[in-house]
């Protein structure tokens, strides 16, 4: 071991570096941006606001009971609203979005324990946890009061038995549709714009147009094939019997799908579509392939934490909200699942919203995409 | 779509005036040109004189601070007099993943040639016709710069620019390539070829000696070795830069190659 050559070895890293103040930069502010972002997610969040409503079908029987919920729900800061009569009208005052969470009595009082039953939207099991949570805050400080009460969860839509897997499928669908085919096109155009290929490419009579299409095909094409794959994994379910000495077994994760898997992909495609020509228009400012995976922390990491994969758009900081409604992922997300979990359809309007958003986006990135492709490239 | 250039009975391509500058650097600094067709142009001048910003002033890629380019009457530039101009680039400019057929395959494509007879053709003339399937990735360098002018030639355009096309060649591919462009030029072709290969020059019909953006000197070896009273075009070369031929006496020069390295 020479002491000298393991130094010059050393120097030429750190001359490097000194060279490269992007790399140097991105070591030192990256993990501290990062980090700083997950704090003020994680901190800062919001207590969710929660609309909830009482039922008592039972008649007068109940209306102790819901007073006394009411009360505690008002000195826990949750806003009571009506939901109506009975179940049903409870059920439509959560899928009008008119209540967050509805408790409908038992209409027999006399039962014990005394069930009550929880309805909530399903689309966001994690919301649904926290609001479960502050309802059965509400009912063991009822249930001190001499009543025993037990709880029985019900969703508009998904399963109140979906596990974590259901949640985040969506999620992970659209990260993985937007994060693999925006690293390959990012490294792929580099190496078209540093390799020379680019400039030859430049010197015939093509179009930028033609360039930016035939790269969205090319790259859509196989993140066609991606989603494609991670859908019929992440929702399919196939049952393998057993065969001589080989067990049985499952393919597939089964995920709940309430919604057409054709409007999934079409969300899901336009997010990579997005993607495509948003690596194509960063790669300008990338010089080495390194450069390229140094987005990874710009681009991706924030939509990983804003965009609703592990917490909830609306318990961000408004000043993270802001920014989280800027993020093509969010809307991907909110857009999958609503297909996914709500099964909403093309005559939803939080739906249409996503698709337009993403592909507003979409458009966005091709133009700029096409803007920093030039025939004058030095 | 059918393509129509104009057809021009003056130069094949002519500049006036053309300057281009980065920042603070004039990398062409008033260039006045006028090639007619059928011949071979060299541009000859040491690294960083500005011979391939002149060439991409010439195909259109760059565009010029100050004068004007026409190629084929054709201002300059031109999407459509695209599909008339062979560009070979100072790098190979292929895809390594593919193989020497698909690479050849794709830039006729872009260059909008569909006959595969010419494919076919361009590959035997540069001794790759038996390599159609080989991956760049297992080509020599030799190989890679014959692909890389194959590709530029693929659909048989009438001016053709190489930038450096004999760099990394050896000497008997060197004789084959130059012996190629003659035969383009017979045949009507004009070529501009970029060089900092002094001897080169002589194959070329008419040089263009540049050096800081600047022409220093233009017409036959011949008339510039005359002209600089020396036996070579490389001490022509030092001599009409200014630069003392004596070697000791020579502080700081540019790198001037010759081809007896």
Not at chain 2, 86 to 95: E, I, K, P, V
Not at chain 2, 172 to 182: E, G, K, N, P, T
Not at chain 2, 210 to 221: D, E, F, Y
Request: net charge negative; charged share 15%; hydrophobic share 50%.
């Amino acid at each position: 071991m020479s002491g000298r050559r393991i130094l010059a070895i050393a120097r030429r890293i750190a001359q490097q570096f000194r060279r490269d103040r992007r790399s140097l930069a991105l070591l030192i502010v990256a993990p501290l941006a990062v980090l700083a972002l997950l704090g003020s997610v994680i901190r800062d969040e919001k207590p969710l606001e929660t609309r909830i409503g009482f039922v008592a079908p039972g008649g007068p029987a109940g209306a102790p009971i819901v007073a006394g919920l009411s009360t505690a729900a008002t000195e826990a800061g949750l806003t009571v609203v009506d939901a109506g009569p009975d179940a049903a009208s409870g059920r439509a005052a959560v899928q009008e979005g008119r209540a967050d969470i509805v408790i409908v009595l038992p209409e027999s009082l006399a039962a014990r324990p005394l069930t009550v039953q929880v309805i909530t939207l399903g689309e966001s099991p994690a919301d649904d946890a926290a609001r479960i949570q502050a309802a059965a805050g509400l009912i063991e400080r009822v249930g001190t009061q001499g009543l025993e009460l037990a709880i029985e969860h019900e969703t508009i839509y998904g399963s109140p038995t979906a596990d974590a897997l259901d949640t985040f499928a969506p999620a992970l669908i659209g990260f993985f549709g937007f994060f693999f085919v925006f690293v390959l096109t990012g490294i792929s155009f580099l190496r078209e714009r540093t390799g020379g290929t680019l400039e030859r490419l430049l010197a015939t009579p093509v179009r930028r147009s033609e360039i930016v299409t035939g790269y969205s095909a090319g790259f859509g094409f196989f993140a066609t094939i991606q989603v494609a794959l991670i859908m019929v994994f992440a929702l399919g379910s196939l049952t393998v019997p057993p065969l001589g000495p080989f067990g049985g077994f499952e393919i597939g994760l089964g995920i709940a799908n309430a919604g057409s898997p054709l409007l999934a992909f079409l969300v899901i495609f336009l997010t990579a579509l997005g993607a495509v020509n948003l690596a194509i228009f960063l790669s300008t400012y990338a010089r080495t392939e390194l450069q390229i995976l140094e987005f990874i922390p710009i681009v991706i990491v924030p939509q990983a934490l804003l965009a609703g994969v592990f917490w909830s758009v609306d318990s961000l900081p408004d000043p993270l909200q802001v920014v989280a409604h800027l993020l093509p992922m969010t809307y991907a997300i909110e857009g999958l699942r609503s297909v996914l979990l709500r099964g909403a359809d093309l005559s939803d309007p939080t739906l249409r919203l996503d698709i337009a958003f993403l592909a507003g986006a979409a458009i966005l990135f091709v133009t700029l995409a096409g803007a920093t492709i030039r025939r004058e490239v030095a | 779509m059918t393509m129509t250039i104009p057809q021009s009975a003056g130069p094949a391509i002519e500049a006036h005036g053309l300057r281009k500058v980065f920042g603070q650097i004039a990398a062409v600094d008033g260039i006045d040109l006028a090639f007619p067709a059928g011949r071979i142009y060299g541009l000859l001048g040491p690294n960083g004189s500005g011979k391939t910003t002149l060439i991409r002033l010439m195909a259109g890629l760059a565009v010029p601070t100050a004068g004007s380019v026409s190629v084929l009457g054709t201002r300059v530039p031109s999407r459509p007099l695209l599909a008339r101009i062979g560009y070979m680039t100072q790098s190979d400019g292929l895809y390594a993943e593919l193989s020497v057929w698909e690479n050849l395959s794709f830039f006729a494509a872009m260059s909008g040639q569909r006959d595969p007879s010419a494919l076919a053709e361009i590959l035997e003339i540069v001794e790759l016709g038996d390599r159609r399937g080989t991956p760049i990735v297992e080509l020599s360098g030799g190989m890679r710069r014959r692909l890389s002018l194959a590709c530029a030639l693929v659909h048989r355009p009438p001016v053709v620019f190489l930038d450096e096309p004999t760099v990394g060649v050896d000497p008997v591919l060197r004789y084959q390539l130059w012996d190629h462009f003659r035969r383009l030029a017979t045949a009507g072709t004009t070529l501009v070829v970029s060089s900092h290969v002094m001897d080169e020059g002589d194959r070329c019909d008419e040089l263009v000696l540049i050096r800081s953006g600047r022409v220093l000197a233009s017409g036959s070896g011949s008339e510039i070795r005359q002209r600089a009273g020396t036996t070579d075009l490389a001490s022509a070369f030092l001599k009409l830069s200014g630069v003392p031929t004596d070697p000791a006496a020579v502080p700081v020069a540019e790198p001037i190659e010759s081809d007896s390295e």
